[in-house]
């Protein structure tokens, strides 16, 4: 499958929450989808800034799609259902686009750990990072 139809069924596969927010596919980076966040009145905060929920609605969709790509590839296809997650607000998030990207650090047969990371000019300055534990069942 070639990138950009990867990237069409990423997109594809987002939530009603994900495209009310404007949550979109970029591309597909180290194996995962490049989901981006532009700045938009429904996700303001406070004057210039990001609200926190948009960043942390941002960061459990790059995590669910990262790990939704890798159980893909290894032909599961289990029932997703989010047991945590716990967001680390690093610095506010202004008004430009934003980009997150999900890893999947295990995988196991029941359980999975995923975190993502949020940045806006340089993914070495997150503005945010999570962790998410996600449990893995029968669909």
């Known amino acids: ?16 929450y994900a495209v009310s927010l404007g949550i979109g596919v970029e591309r597909i980076e180290a194996g995962a989808p490049l989901l981006t966040l532009d700045f938009a009145e429904k996700v303001h905060g406070r004057p210039g800034f990001l609200h926190g929920g948009a960043i942390g609605g941002l960061l459990e969709m790059a995590a669910i799609a990262a790990l939704r790509m890798a159980l893909a590839e290894r032909g599961a296809v289990p029932r997703l259902k989010p047991v945590n997650m716990t967001v680390e607000f690093l610095r506010g998030g202004t008004d430009r686009r934003t980009y997150a990207l999900g890893r999947v650090t295990r995988a ?10 949020a940045w806006q000019d340089d993914p070495a300055r997150p503005i945010a990072t999570a962790w998410m534990n996600v449990l893995l069942s029968g669909a």
């Open 1 to 16: 499958m070639s990138e950009a139809d990867e990237v069409a069924r990423v997109a594809a596969g987002l939530p009603p």
């Open 108 to 117: 196991g047969r029941r359980i999975a750990n995923v975190s993502a990371e």
